[in-house]
Structure formats: structure tokens, C-alpha cells
């Protein structure tokens, strides 16, 4: 797929890769083998039927094809766009087994464009309303998926948001470059078409609890409401000034729109030589955001190895391309200020892999002597996030893991029979299709529930 050159993409803030032409498209189809008895689909965590959409692509039927994935997937533009299909369906495509496997997530994208751009969307097949009200916390891909399968089937269903604008990480996380926000408020259109209600700026757990719900007549609950509480280094020097959490970074900058500062009343002041600590996604869109808001040098420390990175690859090599540095097997261990309290300098130490830890990965071991200083003047913390309690503590019957997140059976049911729960609250970070995924299984339980307490 073409792009944009990364000398100049690295001074804007528009979509990188381009999107296949019509005949691209039809091309890279036509590679599809049509398998008998297709992996792809088993890589899918929303079993999206791959080769039929695909063989309607190869046909020019356009309208088939995205129906097709949409009977699947309420948000084909965004898992086109983000899905780590490398490692899910893509990585399941037996062209893969001698050379390139089928750009699925390419073809995705492809027929969403194109339903969005020649303003040809329609509602989703919908099932009677039957007046009964499901209250969905969080608009996250879980929430949101969760709430469209549920109008589907006719239920009467309100999400509540606590920011002001839809779409969780899709709106406050992932950058524009890499997600145009414009394609999230579309596909969150389609919630609207299903007459899914949104409310935004309703913190559950502060302006309403569960209970306050149950009394407005809700009679079913999704709790997706991610996991966005910042992990902070327990380091010395991470109050200086200069030093933020990947969290705040991207939210200024995406949500509240900093990167169209003075348009947008978002102040962002960045770095000239920025350290990113951290190796996933949200470390690869740190750097780049940075990057692109005019800093001179963006390192990326990581502890383990290139191998290791849990970052998708076209994003690790897209920030390689845009100029980012990568110190890999590299360690923090302090962060020094000068007299006025703002960062100055990062502390490291070099590290070795020894045996893999609980996560399957070898443990990055530092090695004694190694310390050194690099000249920083701000400092991304991308080290992770964890459960956010302000929900679940003001629901004290439900059960929680030892980590704090929701603790479900399979279908996405807790301990309390009126409430569900998935995504990465659930489940710690993940990505955005297993959230979708679980919206959908959770979609189904509330179903069930429903339908047997009638
Ligand atoms: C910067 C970044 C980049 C990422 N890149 C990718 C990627 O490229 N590909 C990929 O697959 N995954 C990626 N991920 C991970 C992916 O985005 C998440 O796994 C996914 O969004 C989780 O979905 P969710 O619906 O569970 O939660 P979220 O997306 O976190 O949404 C939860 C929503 O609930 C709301 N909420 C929280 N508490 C309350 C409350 N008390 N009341 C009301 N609302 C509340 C939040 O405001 C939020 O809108 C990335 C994550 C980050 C942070």
C-alpha cells in the first residue's frame, strides 16, 4: 500500500498509509485462494468470514463485501486500520506458509473506505424493538460493539461515557496518523442508526451507580470500561517537570486535540530530545506523536530486545523510518533535574536476557556496571496501565481479581447476575478486536439472561 513519505509525514498529522485504488484492491483479491476449509476465519476473534467478503471484492461487489463483514464487524475502517492481523488472521493465510499471506486488514479497510466515501452506509438489520433497557459502561470498542449487537436484537440500550466524545482508546489513545478520528465518529454513526443513545461526560461510579441505573429501569449492565489507569515508574525523579505519562501525552494531544494548538485551547509544550520508555504500541505512538510535534531527537528505551517488542511491526517500522532511535536491552534507573526541577538527564543501565518470566518472555537482567546517562529534556512514561477502581469500587459485591480487573466466566457474566463485563477490563490491556470480541460474547449472555428472566 502507498504512503507518505516519512520526511513528510513526520511534519503533519495525516493518515500514513494511502488505501488501495479500486484495482489494487481487486488485485491483491484475487491472490486469495478461496481455502476449503478457510484458517484465516480462526484467527478472526469475531469470526469474520474472510474469504466471502474477499471473493466479492475480487467480483467488484463492493456492497456484498462490506455487508458480509459487517454481519461480524460493527467497525471494519478502525480493525482495518489497527488490528495486529499479522499475528491473527493474516498470520493464519497459507500464502504466508512460501511468502506475503493476503493484506486482509488492507481489503478491510479497502470496502469501509469505500462505503463511507460514496456516502453508501446503511443500518444494520434490526429486530423489533421490545422496550427493554441495557445500560452499556464505556464506548470503547467492547462497549460499543456490545451495545450494537444488543440494538440488534431490539433492546433499548444507553451507553454512558465518562469523556465527552466516543471510542476509548480509538479517540484518546491511537493518533490521528494512524486512526483519523473523523473514521471513528463514522463508524460510531452506525451505533446511532441502530438508535443506540449515548451519553457522554457520565462518570458511573461518581454521577451514577449501578443502583441509581437499576432505578432508571435498566435491567441489564456491560462494564467496558478499559484499563487507562497509567503505571507510573517507581523511580527517583519521575516528578520533575518534562516527565508525563503516555496517558496524559496522547490524550492532550488527541482527544483535546493539542496537535491544532491555538485552534484547539490544548497547550502542549514538547521536548528537543525526548526519551519514550516502553516497547508496545503505545510507546511506538508516543515517539511519533513527538516527532511530529517538532521535537529534534525521539529515543525509544526498551529493556528487552528487538524480538521482544510487543509493539505491531508496521508501527515499529514506521517510527524506524520517521528517524526514531531505539535503545534496546536498556533500562531506567533514574531521572536527574537541574535546579529549576526539570528534567535534564535519564540514568540507564544495559541489560541481558536471562530465562522467560511469567509473560513467556526472557527476563531482562541488568548488567552491573553498565550505568550511563542520556541527555533527555522530556520523558514519556509507556510502561502500561492497569484497572481504573473508581467503577468498581462503588460496586463492592462485585468480584474483582487481585489486580483489580472484573472477574467473568467465558460469556463475559460476573458474580452478579445483571452484570457483564469485557474487554481490556477484563482482560488487562489487549488489543481492539479482543475487546470487540467480548463485547460480543457478553452481548450474547445479556441475551440469554434477558430472554430467561422474562
Ligand atoms: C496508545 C494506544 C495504542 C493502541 N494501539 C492499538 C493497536 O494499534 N491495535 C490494537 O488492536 N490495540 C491497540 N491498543 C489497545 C486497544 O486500544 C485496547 O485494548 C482497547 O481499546 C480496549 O477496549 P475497551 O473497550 O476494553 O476499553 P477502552 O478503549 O479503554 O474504552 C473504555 C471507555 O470507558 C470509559 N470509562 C472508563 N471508566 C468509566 C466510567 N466509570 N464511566 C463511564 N465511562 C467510563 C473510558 O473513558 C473509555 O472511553 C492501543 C492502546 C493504546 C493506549
Known sequence: MKEQDPKERIKNFEE??????EEEAILEAERCLQCAKP???????????????IGHIKEREFRQAIDSIKEKNILPAICGRVCPQEIQCENQCVLGRKGDPIAIGSLERFVADWERENQLKACP???????????VVGSGPAGLTCAAD???????????????????VLMYGIPEFRLPKEIVMDEVETLEMLSVKLRYNAVIGKLFTLEDLREMGFKAFFLGVGAGLPIILKLPGTGLNGVLTANEFLTRTNLMKAYKFPEYDTPINVGKEVTVVGGGNVAMDSARVALRLGAKKV??????SEVEMPARRAEYHHGKEEGIEFRFLTNPIRLIGDEEGNVVQMEVINMELGE????????PIPIKGSEHLIKTDMVILAIGTRANPLLTKSIPSLKLNKWGYIKTDECGSTNLEDVFAGGDIVTGSATVISAMGAGRTAATAIHHYLENSK
Open 356 to 363: 522467560p518470566d511469567d509473560s513467556g518472555r526472557r527476563r
Open 39 to 53: 484458517l484465516c476465519i480462526k484467527g478472526c476473534p469475531v469470526d469474520v468470514d474472510i474469504p466471502e467478503f
Open 125 to 135: 438489520e434490526c429486530k423489533p424493538p421490545n422496550n427493554i433497557k441495557v445500560a
Open 16 to 21: 500514513v498509509p494511502f488505501g488501495y485504488s
Open 299 to 304: 529515543t525509544v528505551v526498551y529493556r528487552r
Open 150 to 168: 444488543l440494538a440488534k436484537l431490539g433492546y433499548d440500550v444507553t451507553i454512558f461515557e465518562a469523556f465527552h466524545a466516543p471510542g476509548g
